[in-house]
């Protein structure tokens, strides 16, 4: 589920945007139940409700 260029941000700026490497691609790592994504798929707009910005930096400050 890969949801490019989406209104709420991009998807490679996600938290949930990360390597398979399975398949040694970036996809979406969001898991959903059968109920939300069917209503993900389905929404009219196309920008992605669970985009959430994911922060380097502040994760390396944390360690600190």
């Known amino acids: 589920m890969e949801l490019e260029n989406a209104p709420y ?3 490679e700026d996600c ?5 398979d ?3 040694e691609e970036y996809v979406c790592t969001l898991s959903l139940d059968e109920d939300e994504m069917e209503r ?3 929404r009219k707009n196309k920008g ?6 994911y922060d380097e930096y502040k ?3 944390k360690q600190n």
């Open 9 to 11: 941000g991009r998807c």
């Open 21 to 23: 490497e399975e398949y």
């Open 15 to 19: 938290v949930y945007y990360d390597i």
């Open 48 to 53: 992605c409700p669970y985009y959430k910005f």
């Open 59 to 61: 994760s390396v400050q």
């Open 40 to 42: 993900f798929m389905t």
